[in-house]
C-alpha cells in the first residue's frame, strides 16, 4: 500500500456493509483509519464515494444521535438509508479519545448494498464487516475489522 494515497487532511466517507447487507458511511475527519482496500481501488476512489452516495435517492427519515457540526450533511446521508458513523475524535483531547468511529446518525428505513448502483455495490461488497450489525453497533473500530491505514 503507499501511504500516500491516504487522503490527508480530507473528510471524506467510504462505505461498508455488515453482515445483514445494511450500508453504513463512515466520515474520516481526514485523519481516521480507513480500510486498505478502499484505498486501493481504482474506482470509485474514496474522495468520490460521498457525490455519488449523495446522487442516491432520499429513502428513508433520519434520526440524529449525537451533537455534530453540520448536522445537514450526516442527515442527508442517513436519509439514503445509510447508517452514519463520524471520527469524534478529531474533536477531543488524546486522554478522552474513544479509537473509533461512532453512530453519529440512522436511517430509519436501512438500505442495503444490493440496492445500490453497481459502483457503490462493489465497494460494499469489498468492505464487508462480518459479525457486525450497524443497527446495534454505537462505536466500530474498522481496525478490527480489516487492514487498515490511518491520516498523520
Not at 442517513?78 to 488524546?94: C, K, M, P, S, T
Not at 460494499?124 to 454505537?138: H, I, M, S, T
Amino acid at each position: 500500500m503507499n501511504p500516500d494515497k491516504y487522503p490527508h487532511q480530507i473528510d471524506c466517507v467510504w462505505l461498508a456493509s455488515d453482515n445483514e447487507g445494511f450500508l453504513a458511511a463512515f466520515v474520516s475527519a481526514g485523519i481516521a483509519p480507513i480500510p486498505t482496500v478502499a484505498l486501493e481501488m481504482l474506482a470509485p476512489q474514496v474522495e468520490d464515494i460521498e457525490g455519488l452516495v449523495h446522487a442516491l435517492a432520499r429513502t428513508s427519515t433520519a434520526r440524529l444521535l449525537a451533537s455534530v457540526k453540520r448536522p445537514d450533511s450526516f442527515r442527508q446521508l442517513a436519509e439514503r438509508g445509510l447508517f452514519v458513523y463520524d471520527w469524534q475524535d478529531i474533536h477531543r483531547n488524546r486522554r478522552d479519545e474513544i479509537g473509533a468511529y461512532e453512530l453519529v446518525a440512522e436511517p430509519m428505513t436501512p438500505l442495503r448494498a444490493d440496492a445500490l448502483p453497481a459502483t457503490l455495490s462493489a465497494v460494499a461488497a469489498a468492505l464487508q464487516f462480518d459479525g457486525v450489525r450497524f443497527a446495534e453497533q454505537p462505536q466500530l473500530d474498522a481496525r478490527q475489522q480489516m487492514a487498515c491505514t490511518a491520516g498523520r
